[in-house]
């Protein structure tokens, strides 16, 4: 399903946007939702994964200082 927006561009990337619309045989929002998808899978990363590294905790916890406040 798909949601009709508003937003307000930049000139000269609405220009680009014409552009690239016309090379590509494609509607403006067409080049819009591509240009969005690509944008938030770079954001996002690969599919959302967690990001992790080898390190590991070596201090010490105990409940009774987290939650006697």
């Given at each position: ?65 987290t939650?006697?406040?």
């Amino acid at each position: 399903m798909k949601s009709h927006i508003s937003a307000t561009i930049d000139e000269h990337l609405v220009e680009a946007l014409n552009r690239f619309g016309r090379e590509e045989r494609r509607s403006r929002s067409q080049v819009i939702e591509m240009a969005l998808e690509e944008f938030l899978r770079n954001r996002v990363g690969a599919k959302g994964e967690i990001v992790t590294s080898q390190g590991y905790f070596e201090g010490e916890f105990r409940r009774e200082e987290t939650y006697d406040r």
